[in-house]
Structures are given as C-alpha cells and as structure tokens.
C-alpha cells in the first residue's frame, strides 16, 4: 500500500530481457536504506527488489507489467518516480494507492499557469471499465505515474491535474512532453462504490 507521495527519483541504469521478463537496474537517492524482497513503486507500478548491489538495486517486471503499464518504455537514463510502501503507522498525505496500475494515458498539453503548471493526459475510454469504477471524477483523486493528484475537469477520456513548483521539480513530471505515456491508477474508492452498486442492482 502507497499514498502517491514520492520520495525521490530513480534513474535507470541498465535495461535487460530475460525471456518475458524485464529486469531493470537503478539507483534511487535511498538505495542503501532498501531491502532485497520490498515492495518498492515505480511510477506507481509496485515490484519487488531483487538484488541490491553498492548504489544500484534490481526489480523484475513480467509480462503483465510491461503490457499494461510504462515499464517498457523506460531505458538507460529515464528517470522513474519511486515510493516505499506506507507504515502502518504513518500519515496518508495523498490518498490510498495499490500500486496496481489501471491502464495508461499520453500528455496532450502542458500550459503554463502562472507558477503552476496544467497537465491534461488523455486515456482509451470504455464504457464497460467505467461502469466498475475505471473513471475521474471531479476534485477526486487519481495516482499518475505514481503522485497522488486532484482531478480538474474530466471527461469522458481525459482529465487535468495542476502541478506546483516542489512537484515539478521532485519527480519525473519535469521530464513530461506531449506525446510522453504516464501509468494511471484510479481511485480504489470509486471502484468499490461501483462495484457494490452493480452487486445491489
């Protein structure tokens, strides 16, 4: 379980096949603090560390992962937004995160707002997904590759989140360009609601 507060970003060092697998290489301001067999999220897809080795650690991602997910975009030098797992015991600054990612959206525009910044990424609506809660609402919450953000003006296949200045600069929102494929987790609570809602009909 995450919040989508990221605690810093990683780098990608080296990218390797191993049949349907894909073992990633990277470096993370905290990599001496990690443990081999986490749970670590990256750009909210969470793995598992499999090797730690000086300043680097390994993660495996396997097929379903790569299909589903960004993962298989990244390459040497990308940079990937990574969180630990929320203590049982810690505060919830952004909202309940899986790590499981629901699908991917691409950037259609970044505009300037003063000190701020407004991202609208567009996803692939299906009616059949939204009606078990695969949607944004309005001012609720949605994970993008790993940050818990509010959602301003959805649509049917689209949405706008605002980004200040701290965020921009501490995770890999800075590195966005139209055309860049982020990993889109919708919130939990809206699957639950929709699902009983279909269980009471």
Do not use: W
Not at 75 to 104: A, F, Y
Not at 127 to 146: H, I, L, P, Q, R
Not at 161 to 185: A, L, R, S
């Amino acid at each position: 379980m995450f919040s989508g507060i990221i605690e810093g970003v990683a780098v990608v060092k080296a990218v390797k096949h191993d049949k349907e697998n894909l073992d990633l290489t990277l470096t993370c301001p905290f990599t001496n603090e990690l443990q081999v067999a986490q749970s670590l999220a990256h750009n909210g897809v969470c793995l598992t560390i499999t090797a730690i080795d000086g300043d680097q650690y390994t993660t495996t991602a396997m097929r379903e992962t790569i299909e589903r997910t960004n993962i298989g975009l990244l390459k040497e030098g990308s940079e990937v937004n990574v969180e630990r797992s929320m203590p049982i015991n810690g505060r919830l600054d952004g909202h309940i995160v899986q790590g499981h990612v629901d699908t991917t959206a691409t950037c259609v525009s970044i505009d300037d707002a003063n000190g701020s910044y407004i991202y609208t990424f567009k996803y692939e609506f299906n009616k059949e997904m939204a009606s078990k809660g695969y949607f944004c609402v309005d001012k609720g919450s949605v994970t993008v590759n790993g940050v818990s953000l509010t959602v301003c003006n959805p649509t049917n296949d689209t949405f706008q989140v605002n980004i200040i200045p701290f965020t921009f600069e501490h995770t890999n929102f800075h590195t966005f360009v139209p055309g860049t494929v982020v990993n889109i987790e919708f919130d939990i609570l809206g699957k639950m609601v929709s699902r009983l809602a279909q269980l009471n009909r």
